[in-house]
């Protein structure tokens, strides 16, 4: 961790010379209109974008000037933040908390090339599980893995949490277009018996295969959830314990746990330390979706992560589209205020993006405690929201444009739709082109009343504008495309992490709760009235839900 930790500065964001500098020209331009912006000068919406890899990034509907992004950039060097992309690169221990190495970029790295951990080239290992997921895959897509009574398999059911559930469902549903429709596949991630219940119902257990992901399983929620689906199993397969070498395989980092659970240790596809959760798509724990679009797709999706991965470690900053991302949301966050960003894909297949991104960014960001073990003195991360294309636009809408609270928005269009039903697509686009556009300029009381509105009403109609956001234009939604969004806001989320000086790597605040609720469930199912030594808020509770559920 040498190299990583000479790369923090020993000092606070706040403490920066870039960071006192933006504060100066924050004061300076803040009242600025982006109708003025644009206004005085011509160029800005072709100038201020970035068009790489496949992507059209347009960032020119934000409250920012040319000398914005040099602040910005600067704040960046002085963050060191190209030397700790390097050494993530490198596979250096950059989780400096849970000593390990955050060495996603491995996962997607093509054959032949080389990327250490500990000194070792983790890509042929790396390799050798996306081969083995593939001809796991072959076989069950192609009909020749039977299950116990002989029977082909044509229903999965992914079982996990956090990013082995989210990335799957979200994954699936973005490429429902190049799945095999011959095969149905569902996700149960909640503790709540109903998502089991609602996800297997209809579904012939001879027929169904589990995909469990636990790193360690041991988490409780996927564990219980992994018992009723072996109960659920059994009971449709009369009983039989051989039935479960063939209905359920596991993508997990502990062969024992494996293994005591009943699944054939040739069925574990393995996790590594050094493969966090929130990014754990590009692993093993993409096997649900490999299943789903065919080994070539998912490839081809590692692909597009490899290529934006190359593009944020070399591209220069003013046109490194993660970095230029993730250095606005500071702008935003820390210098306006801003709490949220609104994530706004006008495309259905992207319609569980916003929720994925939530994991990756307030599970990354959400801290309070930089690098050197002191209290952040600015906010780190926003929540991530959003809803599909026009089904916002009829509800949430009304408070991006007229709200009293600033809240960036990026919206993610396509050029081309895998389904063009007459002149769906076109008006789509419109949609999405309009609300950018009205967003950033609003209307005016004179315009309002040359369109014949009464003066009485012109303050209800009037929209300010200066309302900022970023356009994301991409040909079409392929895997491949999918893949560059993912890595996108993942090394964006990076960015926002090194600036603000926190572990973007680990997820300390989940622990708590788990910790707590472990010691709540025993508490619960006492059959005699339990010793209680919590709040007296949380032991009424525990009293009256052992009431109601009695």
């Known amino acids: 961790m040498a190299g990583y930790a000479k790369a923090i500065p020993q000092h606070l964001p706040t403490k920066r010379t870039a960071w006192a500098a933006l504060e100066n020209h924050y004061r300076r331009i803040r009242c600025l209109h982006l109708r003025d912006l ?6 800005r919406g072709s100038r201020m974008a970035v068009d790489d890899i496949g992507i059209y990034f347009d960032y020119s509907k934000n409250r920012i000037t040319d000398h914005t992004i040099k602040l910005l950039i600067q704040l960046a060097a002085e963050s060191g933040l190209q030397a700790r992309i390097d050494a993530m690169f490198r596979g250096e221990k950059i989780n400096i908390t849970q000593n390990c190495a955050a060495l996603h970029v491995a996962l997607r790295s093509p054959r032949g090339a080389s990327v250490f951990s500990d000194g070792q080239n983790v890509v042929p290992r790396v390799q050798g599980v996306l081969d083995k997921m593939s001809q796991f895959c072959n076989r069950v897509r192609g009909g020749e ?4 009574t002989g029977k082909r398999i044509r229903n999965v059911v992914n079982i996990g949490t956090g990013g082995f559930a989210l990335g799957p469902s979200m994954a699936f549903e973005a490429l429902k277009a190049y799945s095999d429709r011959s095969m149905t596949f569902r996700f149960v991630a909640n503790i709540d018996g109903s998502d089991f219940a609602e996800n297997v119902r209809g579904l012939d257990p001879s027929e169904t295969l589990f995909v469990v992901c636990s790193q360690r399983f041991t ?6 959830n992994a018992c009723s689906a072996r109960a659920w199993a059994l009971a449709g397969l009369g009983g039989d314990q051989a039935a479960v070498i063939k209905h359920f395989v596991a993508v997990s980092a502990n062969a024992e746990a ?4 009943g699944i054939d240790i040739g069925n574990i596809f393995p996790l590594w330390d050094w493969v966090g959760e929130r990014y754990s798509i590009a692993s093993a724990a993409g096997l649900s979706t490999m299943l789903a679009i065919g080994p070539e797709n998912l490839r081809s999706m590692l692909d597009g992560f490899h290529q934006m991965d190359m593009h944020f470690l070399a591209a220069p900053f003013e046109r490194n589209i993660p970095v230029l991302m993730g250095l606005l949301t500071v702008w935003y966050v820390n210098l306006f205020g801003a709490q949220t960003i609104a994530v706004l894909p006008y495309t259905q297949y992207l319609n569980r993006l916003p929720a994925y991104l939530q994991h990756v960014a307030m599970g990354s960001n959400g801290k309070r405690t930089t690098l050197i073990g002191t209290e952040v003195t600015q906010a780190t991360s926003p929540v991530y929201w959003g809803e599909c294309g026009t089904n916002g636009q009829h509800s949430f809408y009304q408070l991006l444009h007229q709200g009293t609270g600033l809240i960036p928005c990026d919206f993610i269009a396509f050029g081309k739709s895998p389904n063009p039903v007459g002149r769906h697509h076109d008006l789509l686009l419109a949609s999405a082109f309009a609300q950018t556009e009205a967003l950033a300029f609003g209307n005016s009381p004179d315009q309002l009343k040359a369109e014949g509105s009464p003066d009485w009403l012109v303050p209800h109609l009037l929209c300010d504008g200066n309302r900022p956001s970023n356009t994301i234009l991409v040909k079409e939604l392929r895997p491949e495309t999918l893949g560059k969004l993912i890595a996108l806001y993942e090394h964006a989320v990076f960015t926002e992490g090194v600036i603000w000086n926190v572990n973007s790597f680990d997820a300390w605040g989940l622990e708590l709760g788990q910790n707590l609720a ?9 059959p005699t009235e339990p010793k209680l030594d919590h709040d007296s808020s949380t032991n009424a509770l525990i009293r009256r839900y052992r009431r109601l559920r009695d």
């Open 219 to 224: 988490a409780v929620d996927t564990l219980t």
């Open 38 to 43: 644009f206004a005085d000068d011509p160029t």
């Open 258 to 261: 494996v293994a005591k659970f």
């Open 518 to 526: 472990e010691k709540i469930f025993p508490e619960l199912e006492s």
């Open 145 to 148: 893995w039977k299950g116990h």
